[in-house]
């Protein structure tokens, strides 16, 4: 596959997720992007679009898959660490979970928070909702002496009000024994990678004969949209 076409089936798949996503919708964009990842056009921006969507159609062995060779492309991807630290949170291995989420914090390098946004993910990933996440799994395998004084610092986060989710659970603990009943924190789904503008803008428009916006209905919406 050039790059063009690349760019062009890039840009499909990104159009096809939306709030109304269905599993359908998911799955069209899914195989789009497994068009670009047999190419030598894989990035790890295509692998880690590849990780979520399968995440959100709840297939964690393709996700896992997906994000592994996503790292494989970029090691410095605290994002897709932290994805990954999610995903094996599912099958309770604790012990890697920590580990990519200590890898995600290292690749923080000292800042406060990530911002992709400037190469195509409207997202972020700040370091108190990675410390959140590490007390959560510290918690579930009894050390909660760690996952206090990890609480204790997602508190003193200048942006911790920045997540709504995360604030209301550190706001509720009041005991020790509480960080128990913590919730994993999760990026919402099917975030994806958008192809750059300055490489689309001028695209031709490619009809993929119902590869990728067109999905029979009825279909099985996801439990989480998109």
Known sequence: MSLVDSLKTWDEAVANIGSESCVEDVKCSLKLFSEISKSSNASAKILFNMSSLSHAIHDYVSAEKFILESIKKDEHFSLAYFYLGTILSYVSRNSEVLDNFQRALTMLRGRSLINYQQLGLNVKIFEFEILYNQAVIFARIGNLNEAQKLINDVKSSPNVKEN???????????????????????????????????????????????????????????????
């Open 164 to 226: 709504a989710f995360i604030y209301s659970q550190v706001s509720s603990v009041k005991t020790t024994s509480a960080i128990s009943q913590l919730e994993l924190y999760e990026k919402p789904r099917c975030l994806v990678f958008k192809p750059p503008k300055s490489k689309t803008a001028n695209l031709q428009k490619k009809d993929y004969l119902g590869k990728s916006k067109v999905c029979f209905k009825p279909c099985s919406h996801l439990k989480t949209n998109c």
